[in-house]
């Protein structure tokens, strides 16, 4: 294998965790009961593009404009490995969207101390992988509604907070698998489990906190 197939299954690999977690954040959104088999986020060939599910999560409050940058840059990034034959290195990729490491030196202005620039690049992408991972987990907006409405039937108000720190913890868990490798996300149902887990272990475990405080649920 060589170093330019490295790069690439790697971007692949990140690329296709957040798609997917921005699927299942939309999936939780909107009460979709298995988003799998949703003709909007599913995989198909009539769902949704990362770019439109992304405008969707600002129209829902659930990111914000400054992050939106991070997304796009992102995807950006994976779009030069996936689409472009000639793109072998990090710099070629930034070389060849207009303005793109500009901007990623403005971001991350102490990654750039390294005299090969390649490696600057690639922890640069890295980086913004792993921050958009987090924009996506940071249950704002229409994510932190929909906790509250399910929390107001059915639990009582300290279960919102309880989801919000479990999946804060349970998204950083996800980080460090996908990046020490500890999980081959190039097959989709092991991506797709894994994901699946990550949300049932959120709600489960925010529930079983609240259970287990003295005050009545309300």
């Known amino acids: 294998m060589t170093q330019t197939d490295k790069i690439r299954i790697k971007v692949l690999n990140y690329s296709l965790s957040l798609e997917k977690v921005a699927s299942y954040i939309l999936g939780f959104i909107l009460d979709i009961e298995d988003v799998n088999l949703s003709k909007s986020f599913g995989n198909t060939s009539n769902s ?64 750039f101390a390294n ?10 992408t ?10 996506l987990g940071s249950m704002k907006g229409g994510v932190e ?4 409405l399910l929390s107001s039937s059915s639990f009582n108000k300290k279960l919102v907070d309880s989801f919000k720190n479990n999946s804060k913890e349970k998204f950083e868990e996800l980080l460090t698998e996908i990046l020490n490798k500890e999980l ?35």
Do not use: W
Not at 99 to 106: C, F, L, M
Not at 115 to 123: G, T
Not at 145 to 148: F, T, V
């Open 48 to 111: 949704l593009s990362f770019n439109q599910k992304v405008n969707l999560l600002l129209d829902y409050g659930a990111i914000e404009k400054n992050d939106k940058i991070k997304l796009d840059l992102a995807m950006s990034i994976r779009n030069q490995f996936m689409h472009n034959l000639k793109c072998e290195t990090y710099q070629y990729a930034f070389n060849c969207l207009d303005g793109a490491e500009n901007k990623i030196k403005n971001l991350y202005p102490d990654l």
């Open 184 to 218: 081959n996300f190039q097959n989709e149902e092991i991506l797709v489990n894994r994901i699946t887990k990550l949300f049932t272990e959120i709600l489960v475990g925010s529930v079983e906190k609240i259970s287990k405080t003295k005050e009545p649920l309300q």
């Open 115 to 124: 005299e090969d620039n390649e490696i600057n690049l690639e922890e640069c």
């Open 126 to 135: 890295e980086k913004i992988f792993t921050d958009s991972f987090v924009i």
């Open 145 to 148: 509604r929909k906790i509250e």
